[in-house]
C-alpha cells in the first residue's frame, strides 16, 4: 500500500535537547512539507522541498532544520532553539501539477518535558 | 498579506444539511482545497475547486467564486462520523503551497 508514514507517534523532549521527526513516502512524490499545527490554530508551514536535495523555508522555519537526501525522506529536526515546540507535527506529500492534493501523514505529537 | 476566514464550530443534527464558509484574501490564486480532520488524526481530501461554480461529489458538494473570494463545503444527509473539523486551504501563488484556515469544527448531534 501507498502511503507516508511519520514516526514516533508520540515524542518527549526534554530542555535544550534537539529531535529529529521521521517522514517516510511512497507515493513517488516530488515534494514533501512540514507542518505545524496547535489548538484553535490551522495548519502552519514549517519547510517545504520540491526536490532532492532542495528546500525551502515556510512561515515559521526558525528553531527548526530539515534535509532532503532521498525522494522518500523528509527529516524534521526540532532544535533547542525552538522555545515551544509542543504542538501536533504533520508531514505531506503532493505530485508537482498544481492541481494536485497533499496527502498527509499520521502526525507525531510532540510534548516538553 | 494572507487571510483565510471560517467559522470557529458548528452543529447541526443527523441526517440534516450544514453549509460550511470560507472567505479568503490571498495573493494570486490557484485553487481552493477542503479537508476532514478527526481529532488527533491527519487532514484527509474532500475537494479541489479552482473555477467558479459547484463541485459535487457523493454527500458533499463545494463552491466557489473567485470574484467574491468565497467557498462553501455542503454536506447533506449528515452523519454521525461528519463530525470532525473541515479546513478550507488556498493556493495563491507559486508552487504548491498551501495557507489554511483555523478549521471548523463541526458537531452532528443525534
Known amino acids: 500500500d501507498g502511503g507516508i508514514t511519520q514516526s514516533p507517534k508520540y515524542l518527549f523532549r526534554k530542555e535544550g535537547q534537539n529531535v529529529t521527526l521521521s517522514c517516510e513516502q511512497n507515493?513517488?512524490?516530488?515534494?514533501m512539507y512540514w507542518y505545524r499545527q496547535d489548538p484553535g490554530q490551522g495548519l502552519r508551514l514549517i519547510y517545504y522541498?520540491?526536490?532532492?536535495?532542495?528546500?525551502q523555508k515556510g512561515d515559521i522555519a526558525e528553531g527548526y532544520s530539515v534535509s532532503r537526501e532521498k525522494k522518500e525522506s523528509f527529516p524534521l529536526t526540532v532544535t533547542s532553539a525552538q522555545k515551544n515546540p509542543t504542538a501536533f507535527y504533520l508531514c505531506?506529500?503532493?505530485?508537482?501539477?498544481?492541481?494536485?492534493?497533499?496527502?498527509f501523514g499520521p502526525g507525531t505529537r510532540l510534548l516538553v518535558l | 498579506g494572507q487571510n483565510i476566514d471560517q467559522p470557529t464550530e458548528m452543529t447541526a443534527t443527523e441526517g440534516a444539511i450544514v453549509q460550511i464558509n470560507c472567505t479568503y484574501q490571498t495573493s494570486g490564486f490557484n485553487g481552493l482545497f477542503w479537508y476532514q480532520q478527526h481529532a488527533g488524526e491527519a487532514p484527509t481530501f474532500l475537494s479541489y475547486?479552482?473555477?467558479?461554480g459547484l463541485e459535487e461529489k457523493g454527500r458533499f458538494s463545494s463552491f466557489l467564486s473567485r470574484s467574491k473570494g468565497y467557498s462553501y463545503l455542503l454536506l447533506k444527509e449528515l452523519q454521525m462520523k461528519d463530525s470532525a473539523s473541515y479546513l478550507c486551504?488556498?493556493?495563491?501563488?507559486?508552487?504548491?503551497?498551501?495557507?489554511f484556515g483555523t478549521g471548523t469544527r463541526l458537531l452532528v448531534s443525534p
Open positions: 522541498s520540491q526536490i532532492v536535495n532542495d528546500f
Open positions: 507515493l513517488n512524490h516530488d515534494a
Open positions: 486551504a488556498v493556493r495563491g501563488e507559486g508552487f504548491q503551497k498551501l495557507v
Open positions: 475547486n479552482v473555477l467558479d
Open positions: 505531506a506529500s503532493s505530485r508537482r501539477e498544481a492541481q494536485e492534493t497533499q496527502y
